[in-house]
């Protein structure tokens, strides 16, 4: 059999997946393994009722980190991407009119495109060449005709760019439309009360920013919003009796058996963030303005994106005049051990909006687990990748 993987030298893909976890997150996922092996909500015995503790007590951690006044209205699912299919699928309807930014993940445009096949009208807006969508551009067509929702990203996972999206919300609302938000890149990065932002619908990541274990995400629902389900099935609480969903959060929308290590594990990184979260976003504030302005260093590269001094998330994507992404990103991880992402990076809207959908572009994401010496080496071999 083969050995182990070697473990990288310099990890630079938090966008993709944050890593390591903190200590915290696994020992709760080890815990919810090895004592807490229960079904939550599902039995009356003792280790079931501790299972159904530890996931009230992480819903409820996670609903205080990111201020939702109150927790039934946090839903955990399987991921930002399951959150996403929920309140795009569960609110547009066939003759909906729908306004998005050009700037989406696949987590969002593929849903939009099967939304279309079936008579949901889906508008565009051209982002600019940072990748910040203009709200008067927003407002522009949601004045044109009534639009359902207003569907935009918190920030990009191939610029970094921070979107409007309390100006966002704030013009959907005044023209009678929801405010849904894809927060992946979000959520950890950037300090979110969801209470004051004005989401009406506000899909994340537990394992990106979150820095909780792959497999779990969070999806906020407003609490006037009745989604449709898009999953049935058992449910913790009573009434099984009934062959439909029960109307209460947050049973109606978490079917089947719930995912108590991830959750568990999510509910310990949420502690975790809200302890270290305003020195955790310095220092990555930090390390990522060197990044991005070392690259700019660098003979032939352009990075994409709001230029130095312009907030972004922890993100710094570049193109280089001669080399290729996937190029450079084999060097980087065979010769140095930085483990970087080429490519698409699963979003071609805003590849196509930034100019990139025929290269690509070799993709940094900074988190909490990096340090200076692993953004000067990145630095230095993308100097003697380009030179060579």
């Known amino acids: 059999?083969?050995?182990p993987t070697p473990r990288p030298v310099a990890y630079l893909d938090h966008?993709?997946?944050?890593?390591?976890?903190?200590?915290?997150?696994?020992?709760?996922?080890?815990?919810?393994?090895?004592?807490?092996?229960?079904?939550?909500?599902?039995?009356?015995?003792?280790?079931?009722?501790?299972?159904?503790?530890?996931?009230?007590?992480?819903?409820?951690?996670?609903?205080?980190?990111?201020?939702?006044?109150?927790?039934?209205?946090?839903?955990?699912q399987p991921g930002c991407t399951a959150g996403c299919n929920l309140m795009l699928k569960g609110v547009l309807k066939p003759g909906d009119r729908v306004v998005v930014g050009s700037m989406e993940h696949n987590a969002v445009a593929r849903p939009l495109e099967h939304l279309a096949r079936l008579g949901v009208e889906v508008v565009v807006v051209n982002a600019d060449s940072t990748g910040l969508v203009d709200p008067d551009d927003v407002e522009r067509q949601v004045r044109a005709a009534p639009a359902r929702a207003v569907v935009c990203q918190h920030a990009s996972n191939l610029t970094g760019t921070v979107q409007l999206i309390g100006?966002?919300?704030?013009?959907?609302?005044?023209h009678g439309a929801l405010m849904l938000v894809d927060g992946a890149q979000g959520a950890g990065h950037l300090d979110i009360d969801i209470s004051a932002l004005g989401a009406d619908a506000y899909a994340t990541s537990?394992?990106?920013?979150m820095l909780g274990p792959q497999g779990v995400g969070l999806l906020y629902l407003a609490p006037d919003l009745d989604a449709q389900t898009q999953i049935?099935?058992?449910?913790?609480?009573?009434?099984?009796?009934?062959?439909?969903?029960?109307p209460e959060r947050p049973d109606r929308y978490e079917a089947g058996t719930a995912n108590t290590p991830g959750v568990v594990g999510l509910g310990a990184a949420a502690a975790f963030v809200a302890a270290e979260g305003p020195e955790q976003r310095r220092r990555e504030a930090e390390l990522t303005r060197r990044l991005h302005e070392g690259i700019l260093e660098i003979e032939g590269f352009h990075v994409l994106g709001p230029p130095p001094g312009?907030?972004?998330?922890?993100?710094v994507s570049a193109v280089h005049d001669r080399v290729d992404a996937d190029r450079i990103a084999f060097a980087l991880d065979r010769t140095y051990?930085?483990?970087?992402?080429?490519?698409?990076?699963?979003?071609?809207w805003a590849h196509r909006t930034i100019g990139t959908i025929d290269c690509g572009a070799i993709r940094f994401g900074v988190g909490w687990s990096n340090s200076e010496e692993h953004v000067e080496l990145a630095l230095r071999a993308l100097q003697e990748i380009v030179s060579s």
């Open 15 to 76: 966008g993709a997946t944050s890593w390591p976890k903190p200590q915290q997150v696994v020992d709760a996922v080890v815990r919810a393994l090895t004592d807490l092996g229960g079904n939550p909500g599902r039995g009356a015995y003792a280790m079931a009722l501790d299972a159904s503790r530890a996931i009230f007590e992480a819903r409820r951690t996670c609903a205080e980190l990111l201020g939702v006044p109150d927790s039934r209205d946090l839903l955990f």
């Open 206 to 209: 537990g394992h990106k920013g």
């Open 232 to 246: 049935e099935g058992g449910t913790g609480g009573g009434g099984s009796e009934s062959p439909d969903m029960p």
């Open 337 to 348: 051990g930085i483990a970087a992402r080429a490519g698409l990076h699963c979003a071609p």
């Open 310 to 315: 312009v907030p972004r998330v922890p993100i």
């Open 1 to 3: 059999m083969p050995g």
């Open 167 to 174: 100006d966002l919300a704030d013009i959907a609302h005044e």
